[in-house]
């Protein structure tokens, strides 16, 4: 059981620094169109499920794209990621 724990840490530490490396390039790389097409695709879909003003969590938000898109259109929006320089990230660009 210890095992399974200290690998779980491990690889926990290991997603960090991987994206905490690419922070700053990880919004260039969602400039493509596919990734802007599916972007409004997941937005629409969420904003005809649920009403404005209803409380979003964004878990592993990265630079937070999908957060300040949903707080924009009225949802209170949470973000929460592992790799802070991405959350850092995307501090800096709000």
Known sequence: MADASASAVKTKREVMTHF???ALEFDF???AAGYRLRHRLVKN???KEY???S???DLGCGTG???LSLAQVGFEVVGGDL???MLHSGKIQD
Do not use: F, S
């Open 20 to 22: 905490d490396k690419g």
């Open 29 to 31: 790389e969602r400039k």
């Open 45 to 47: 879909l969420i904003t």
């Open 51 to 53: 009403r404005p003003r």
């Open 55 to 57: 409380v979003a969590l």
């Open 65 to 67: 794209e999908y957060t």
């Open 83 to 85: 790799a802070k320089c």
